[in-house]
Nanobody, 119 residues
Framework: QVQLVESGGGLVQAGGSLRLSCAAS????????MGWYRQAPGKQREFVAI???????SYTSSVKGRFTISRDNVKNTVYLQMNSLKPEDTAVYYC?????????????WGQGTQVTVSS
């Protein structure tokens, strides 16, 4: 069973930075895509950033230029570096791993880590 464990959340002032980590129980090389999603109070979970097994990245427009997703295949960890944080970035951030093949389609989620940005 795949386990994803997020860490690195916390309380930060607007303009500050945080780095989230998502540690996988197995090799992240087996995942086609890994990503970060977030859910603010009273809102639906939304896409933040993804990174593919080949290293391609994609971001939602509101975080482009401020957030950077990266992966370390040796440590089996995906990171989200968040700079210039804004109060609207406040949310629970979730890590997601996807496996896609002809015979398999699985999604795995972490438990989430709280990010709070004060104004």
């Amino acid at each position: 069973q795949v386990q994803l464990v997020e860490s690195g959340g916390g309380l930060v002032q607007a303009g500050g930075s945080l780095r989230l980590s998502c540690a996988a129980s197995g090799s992240i090389s087996s995942f086609n895509v890994m990503g970060w999603y977030r859910q603010a109070p009273g809102k639906q979970r939304e896409f933040v950033a993804i990174i593919t097994s080949s290293g391609s990245t994609s971001y939602t427009s509101s975080v482009k230029g401020r957030f950077t997703i990266s992966r370390d295949n040796v440590k089996n960890t995906v990171y989200l570096q968040m700079n210039s944080l804004k109060p609207e970035d406040t949310a629970v951030y979730y890590c997601k791993a996807e496996v896609r093949s002809v015979v398999r389609s699985d999604d795995y989620w972490g438990q989430g880590t709280q990010v709070t940005v004060s104004s």
